[in-house]
């Protein structure tokens, strides 16, 4: 049975829901904005939504396979902490471990040292599927890491893992699971950060952009943040419930709206630019010395072509 490593605490567990159509189609073509590109925060959700727009199948069958593979090492003595090593919400865990259960790809029992706990044992057709899943993650990662050179990849997967809790580093492979799940991570680090705002770290985008604009009709931010139509839509009904932005007419064409910081809403943007900031901080010395710049220009070798110009900008690109 596998023993937690010592001195690996357990930190909050953030509860976070699903992502709504809008924000799972969100991404379209185009040019990056300059202003967000020097994140890797940003670059990161990026390349998740690229990656999962080429999915083959359900993120339930990720998790899954996310599961089945941590429990190649041996069984695990609380189906929760493993749940949170890997990052997947208790409730959706619950899930993934009945799917398996009842494939009988994983055994479930009681743990006789704590009876509020389930050991997880993975069973002759959960190392089946775990086989089969290596091959079919490896070819699909090779189709997602194509700009990339035979050595590029390795290191991509390396600084990936470092953005990750310690105790995921090792449980974690495949350079589409390390996308997404740090990704998610820096994802819940950002929103903690903005807890009882109600700002979320997506907001920076629409509302910093808004700031430098001025007056600026719909369509417009859609394009300038190269995001879908719905996708805007939702940011923005978000931001004016909110009261940060105002929906006013638009002084070059009285016909269409435009949108507009409230003062509110240039407050707010400072909010959250700290958070961003705080954030980016925390990424690069996730990343040691070098590692946010090479990170950087390894994403955007990821988002051409989609988005013309993302490897020239991303490599030279600085933060603020």
Same mark, same amino acid.
């Given at each position: 049975?596998?023993?937690?490593?010592?001195?690996?605490?357990?930190?909050?567990?953030?509860?976070?829901g699903p992502q709504t159509q809008a924000e799972e189609t969100?991404?379209?073509?185009?040019a990056l904005p300059e202003s967000l590109t020097g994140f890797?925060?940003?670059?990161?959700?990026?390349?998740?939504?690229?990656?999962? *727009?080429?999915?083959?199948?359900?993120?339930?069958?990720?998790?899954?396979?996310?599961?089945?593979?941590?429990?190649?090492?041996?069984?695990?003595?609380?189906?929760?902490?493993? *749940?949170?090593?890997?990052?997947?919400?208790?409730?959706?865990?619950?899930?993934?471990?009945?799917?398996?259960?009842?494939?009988?790809?994983?055994?479930?029992?009681?743990?006789?040292?704590?009876?509020?706990?389930?050991?997880?044992?993975?069973?002759?057709?959960?190392?089946?599927?775990?086989?089969?899943?290596?091959?079919?993650?490896?070819?699909?990662?090779?189709?997602?890491?194509?700009?990339?050179?035979?050595?590029?990849?390795?290191?991509?997967?390396?600084?990936?893992?470092?953005?990750?809790?310690?105790?995921?580093?090792?449980?974690?492979?495949?350079?589409?699971?390390?996308?997404?799940?740090?990704?998610?991570?820096?994802?819940?680090?950002?929103?903690?950060?903005?807890?009882?705002?109600?700002?979320?770290?997506?907001?920076?985008?629409?509302?910093?952009?808004?700031?430098?604009?001025?007056?600026?009709?719909?369509?417009?931010?859609?394009?300038?943040?190269?995001?879908?139509?719905? *996708?805007?839509?939702?940011?923005?009904?978000?931001?004016?419930?909110?009261?940060?932005?105002?929906?006013?007419?638009?002084?070059?064409?009285?016909?269409?709206?435009?949108?507009?910081?409230?003062?509110?809403?240039?407050?707010?943007?400072?909010?959250?630019?700290?958070?961003?900031?705080?954030?980016?901080?925390?990424?690069?010395?996730?990343?040691?010395?070098?590692?946010?710049?090479?990170?950087?220009?390894?994403?955007?070798?990821?988002?051409?072509?989609?988005?013309?110009?993302?490897?020239?900008?991303?490599?030279?690109?600085?933060?603020?």
């Amino acid at each position: 049975m596998r023993v937690e490593p010592g001195g690996w605490t357990r930190g909050p567990h953030v509860e976070t829901g699903p992502q709504t159509q809008a924000e799972e189609t969100a991404e379209v073509p185009g040019a990056l904005p300059e202003s967000l590109t020097g994140f890797v925060g940003y670059l990161l959700r990026r390349v998740f939504a690229r990656f999962a *727009a080429c999915s083959d199948g359900p993120e339930d069958g990720s998790r899954d396979f996310l599961v089945l593979d941590a429990l190649t090492g041996g069984d695990w003595a609380s189906q929760l902490d493993l *749940a949170e090593r890997l990052g997947i919400n208790r409730t959706l865990m619950v899930g993934v471990v009945d799917r398996l259960e009842g494939r009988g790809q994983v055994l479930r029992t009681r743990n006789p040292d704590n009876r509020r706990q389930y050991i997880l044992s993975l069973t002759d057709e959960g190392r089946s599927a775990v086989e089969a899943g290596r091959r079919a993650v490896a070819e699909r990662d090779a189709r997602l890491t194509a700009a990339l050179t035979p050595e590029q990849v390795p290191r991509l997967n390396t600084l990936l893992a470092r953005l990750l809790p310690p105790g995921a580093q090792d449980l974690v492979r495949g350079t589409g699971h390390l996308v997404a799940q740090a990704h998610h991570r820096l994802r819940r680090l950002g929103d903690e950060k903005l807890a009882g705002t109600g700002l979320r770290v997506r907001h920076y985008g629409p509302l910093s952009l808004l700031a430098t604009s001025g007056p600026c009709p719909q369509q417009r931010l859609a394009q300038e943040l190269a995001i879908s139509g719905p *996708a805007t839509s939702q940011l923005v009904d978000e931001l004016v419930a909110g009261g940060m932005v105002h929906r006013g007419r638009d002084p070059h064409d009285r016909r269409r709206h435009a949108l507009e910081l409230t003062e509110l809403g240039h407050t707010q943007l400072k909010r959250v630019a700290h958070a961003v900031g705080l954030l980016a901080a925390e990424t690069a010395e996730l990343l040691g010395p070098g590692g946010e710049d090479e990170l950087r220009a390894l994403l955007g070798r990821l988002l051409e072509p989609a988005h013309p110009g993302a490897a020239e900008a991303t490599a030279t690109a600085r933060r603020d």
